[in-house]
T-cell receptor, first 117, second 110 residues
Framework: AQKVTQAQTEISVVEKEDVTLDCVYE???????LFWYKQPPSGELVFLIR??????QNEISGRYSWNFQKSTSSFNFTITASQVVDSAVYFC??????????????FGKGTHLIIQP | SQTIHQWPATLVQPVGSPLSLECTVE??????LYWYRQAAGRGLQLLFY??????ISSEVPQNLSASRPQDRQFILSSKKLLLSDSGFYLC?????????FGPGTRLTVT
């Protein structure tokens, strides 16, 4: 069975600090996808990134970066120079490949990130 | 571009009443469709998914059901709501591996 663990329930930092959100996953499949979503107070889930299991290259998008390490089954998310608008709940998720691409996502419990001005 | 709609946005229903939540997707054909529930203080749980019209897979046994009468329409229903059905219901669509979510429906069962 697949599982996603986000051990950090809540993180509070002061604006402009860097912050890393941890994600550890479990799966028996060799092909899978990892995701990060942002959930602002409005509730809608905003897609941030997808990473394939066979692509361990780290990715940077503006102030956001992701570190995927298969050896430790981790997919961590770092926000550099955090801003108040980054305050939200962040979810890490996993999807296993079944050939039809129809799998739903298994989510972690989320990390509530609070950026204080 | 693709958009996904859900309605209603909020709903307050008494225990034992029926439920119908609707989700529609625009700008894509033959998407995979999903219903998730986010209970208060908990993560998101996959309830149903559909790969085509009339094709529904259930992930969690419960008093909810789903239907897909049209390619881009996904409906979540219940004949009799329970208190435990309260939560935030999110519809999502995907064509490849990425899933995109609608604005959600916040359901309170009283």
């Amino acid at each position: 069975a697949q599982k996603v663990t986000q051990a950090q329930t809540e993180i509070s930092v002061v604006e402009k600090e860097d912050v890393t959100l941890d994600c550890v996953y479990e799966t028996r499949d060799t092909t899978y996808y990892l995701f990060w979503y942002k959930q602002p107070p409005s509730g809608e889930l905003v897609f941030l990134i997808r990473r394939n299991s066979f692509d361990e290259q780290n990715e940077i998008s503006g102030r956001y970066s992701w570190n995927f390490q298969k050896s430790t089954s981790s997919f961590n998310f770092t926000i550099t120079a955090s801003q108040v608008v980054d305050s939200a709940v962040y979810f890490c998720a996993l999807s296993e490949e079944t050939g039809g691409g129809a799998d739903g996502l298994t989510f972690g419990k989320g990390t509530h990130l609070i950026i204080q001005p | 571009s693709q958009t996904i709609h859900q309605w209603p946005a909020t709903l307050v229903q008494p225990v034992g009443s029926p439920l119908s939540l609707e989700c529609t997707v625009e700008g894509t054909s033959n998407p995979n469709l999903y219903w998730y529930r986010q209970a208060a203080g908990r993560g998101l749980q996959l309830l149903f998914y559909s790969v085509g019209i009339g094709q529904i897979s259930s992930e969690v046994p419960q008093n909810l059901s789903a239907s897909r009468p049209q390619d881009r329409q996904f409906i979540l229903s219940s004949k009799k709501l329970l208190l435990s059905d309260s939560g935030f219901y999110l519809c999502a669509w995907s064509v490849m591996a990425e899933q995109y979510f609608g604005p959600g429906t916040r359901l309170t069962v009283t």
